[in-house]
């Protein structure tokens, strides 16, 4: 196969997240929201507790709302965003004070912060590294796309772990604005790694349905890293012509 790029999913196709479980997953976004409350009540936004735990529950429930709105168009609302609308929700209410004097940047660290927590939790498989490596050698164009609501956390976890040099483009649902299989977020990330003209000559390689419909959509050559263990309501892939690995490093096989 002629290949004149390759585009990756992040989560468990490069890097998988330590022990996976539901009630993990939340008890690492309970404490990044803790941080995050903290950094409000540093500036004086959040003082009572009554409006702490009134913002607790205002922000689960647009975080909820904005995941399932997500899923069912596609449409990715950055947590940022999330934690705007929920402190705007309280100034309507009269629970906090007016918030002009804060700016985008402000929200940009919230969520930062609120996601640091998986920063220590997603690890690269063993043959992540090797693989790029490899890759780099081959003077193809590298690209990483990310369904994640946090564009910083995808590449402080890359530089943490060395990573991130090895790629040319890095898009995420929370800049790009929509999520994988849309197949605009695979035509927006062939147009930054100058490749637009040849889709056909690039692979892409994830480890579930959004990866391969979105990357047969858009007309990618497209590699499932068959998981060993399946995610609650997951899809069936039914599309033809896509190829199955067991280890990311058996996309070398297909490179010549």
């Not at 709105?69 to 705007?88: G, V």
């Not at 969520?111 to 939790?121: K, Q, R, T, V």
């Not at 943490?160 to 604005?177: E, M, N, P, Q, Y």
């Not at 280890?247 to 096989?253: A, G, Q, R």
Request: aromatic share 12%; hydrophobic share 40%.
């Amino acid at each position: 196969m002629k290949v004149k790029g390759v585009i990756f999913d992040f989560g468990f196709t490069l890097f998988y997240f330590d022990e996976p479980s539901i009630e993990k997953y939340f008890e690492c976004f309970k404490t990044g929201l803790i941080s995050s409350i903290d950094l409000l009540k540093k500036h004086n936004i959040l003082k009572e507790k009554i409006a702490i735990e009134d913002f607790i529950k205002i922000f689960k429930r647009k975080r909820a709302s904005s995941f399932k709105k997500s899923i069912k168009t596609k449409s990715e609302i950055p947590t940022s965003l999330i934690f705007q609308n929920a402190l705007k929700i309280m100034v309507e209410k009269n629970t906090i004070n007016d918030l002009d004097e804060l700016n985008d940047q402000f929200y940009v660290k919230l969520a930062n912060i609120y996601h640091s927590c998986e920063e220590d939790e997603w690890i690269p498989f063993e043959n992540t590294k090797d693989t790029l490596e490899k890759l780099a050698l081959k003077n193809l164009k590298i690209a990483l796309i990310s369904n994640h609501p946090n564009h910083k956390t995808i590449e402080n976890i890359l530089i943490k772990h060395d990573l991130f040099r090895f790629f040319d483009v890095i898009v995420t649902s929370a800049k790009f604005g929509k999520r994988k299989p849309d197949p605009n977020i695979f035509f927006h990330t062939l147009k930054k790694m100058g490749l637009e003209s040849h889709a056909n000559s690039i692979i892409m390689c994830g480890d579930e349905y959004a990866d391969i419909i979105g990357a047969y959509r858009a007309n990618l050559k497209a590699i499932l890293l068959d998981r060993k263990f399946k995610f609650p309501f997951e899809k069936d892939i039914d599309v033809p012509n896509y190829i199955k690995v067991k280890d990311v490093s058996e996309i070398l096989n297909f490179i010549d």
